[in-house]
């Protein structure tokens, strides 16, 4: 089992940064892997970064390439998830979730972290 907890969201202007935290707790002595997905109104949830715990490599999505980094503090058991030069388009709920399985689904999810950016 896997608990994670999001925390960071809020409302920043077009331009601005935010930065989402992802603690995790339970098995965190396993390397599997932490994404990072957003759902906007209206459309399906969409990948936007993982990395594990131990390995590279990280992914991103196309976009968010150049914008979004992913970091993890091992100490702390939190990965986060680092927004510059936010859009409004931007605007989500983001997620964050555990693939227990290389290539597998993603097991466990948090609660979900609400990003707004204001034009």
């Known amino acids: 089992q896997v608990q994670l907890v999001e925390s960071g969201g809020g409302l920043v202007q077009a331009g601005g940064s935010l930065r989402l935290s992802c603690e995790a707790s339970?098995?965190?002595?396993?390397?599997?892997?932490i994404g990072w997905f957003r759902q906007a109104p209206g459309k399906e949830r969409e990948f936007v970064a993982s990395?594990?715990?131990?390995?590279?490599?990280?992914y991103y999505a196309d976009s968010v390439k150049g914008r979004f980094t992913i970091s993890r503090d091992n100490a702390k058991n939190t990965v986060y998830l680092q927004m510059f030069s936010l859009k409004p388009e931007d605007t989500a709920v983001y997620y964050c979730?555990?693939?227990?399985?290389?290539?597998?689904?993603?097991?466990?999810w948090g609660q979900g972290a609400q990003v707004t950016v204001s034009s």
């Open positions: 990395i594990t715990w131990t390995l590279r490599p990280t």
């Open positions: 339970g098995r965190t002595f396993s390397n599997y892997r």
């Open positions: 979730a555990a693939q227990m399985v290389t290539g597998g689904k993603y097991d466990y």
